[in-house]
T-cell receptor, first 114, second 113 residues
Framework: DTGVSQNPRHKITKRGQNVTFRCDPI?????LYWYRQTLGQGPEFLTY????????KSRLLSDRFSAERPKGSFSTLEIQRTEQGDSAMYLC????????????FGQGTRLTVV | GDSVTQMEGPVTLSEEAFLTINCTYT??????LFWYVQYPGEGLQLLLK?????DKGSNKGFEATYRKETTSFHLEKGSVQVSDSAVYFC????????????FGDGTTLTVKP
């Protein structure tokens, strides 16, 4: 088990382009979370999946953002028509079910929109 | 909604000094409380946690006690080392969803030899 894996680690894109990030959670984890972290702030919750079902979306997740988790395994986060304000670190995390379960974070994908 | 407030940084200490990083929270119900650490160039790592009132989480010489009456979870270490230099985040998760966390803005700690 190599933990939560995110790809790519860095992405530079031009404003208006679409980008897609991938997250591979710990294999036995049912829940998968996406967070966004901007410089000088803590991570902010975006959305989460339990297996393949997307159960909650933050109001931070505009219509340009979409996340999927087909087959309840890996997940993708797509941003359409990127804006400079989308520049941030995008973190993925996974956990099992239950109150005592621990959440593991990936190292994140740093997006820079130029 | 839920919120977490951390003392503003950055914090600079000399090696072997005592560390306190304040954290207070607002939440409904009975959240679990966490401290995460982020070393330069690395991802978030769980440092310690407490799941109910009066619990004390501890790890690597760090401690924090869940104080429901003051809604606080202050991080302490008796003698910091240069290797403790990192960003520390206080966070809470609601009882009903162990991974949907609300984070503070982080406190950058620099320890000088």
């Amino acid at each position: 088990d190599t933990g939560v894996s995110q790809n790519p680690r860095h992405k530079i894109t031009k404003r208006g382009q679409n980008v897609t990030f991938r997250c591979d959670p710990i294999s036995e984890h049912n829940r998968l979370y996406w967070y966004r972290q901007t410089l000088g702030q803590g991570p902010e919750f975006l959305t989460y999946f339990q297996n393949e079902a997307q159960l909650e979306k933050s109001r931070l997740l505009s219509d340009r953002f979409s996340a999927e988790r087909p087959k309840g395994s890996f997940s993708t986060l797509e941003i359409q028509r990127t804006e400079q304000g989308d520049s941030a670190m995008y973190l993925c995390a996974s956990s099992g079910l239950g109150q005592g379960t621990r959440t593991f974070f990936g190292q994140g994908t740093r997006l820079t929109v130029v | 909604g839920d919120s977490v407030t951390q003392m503003e940084g950055p914090v600079t200490l000399s090696e072997e000094a005592f560390l306190t990083i304040n954290c207070t929270y607002t939440a409904t119900g009975y959240p679990s409380l966490f401290w995460y650490v982020q070393y330069p160039g690395e991802g978030l790592q769980l440092l310690l946690k407490a799941t109910k009132a009066d619990d004390k989480g501890s790890n690597k010489g760090f401690e924090a006690t869940y104080r429901k009456e003051t809604t606080s979870f202050h991080l302490e270490k008796g003698s910091v080392q240069v290797s403790d230099s990192a960003v520390y985040f206080c966070a809470l998760t609601p009882y009903t969803n162990a991974g949907k966390s609300t984070f503070g803005d982080g406190t950058t700690l620099t320890v000088k030899p």
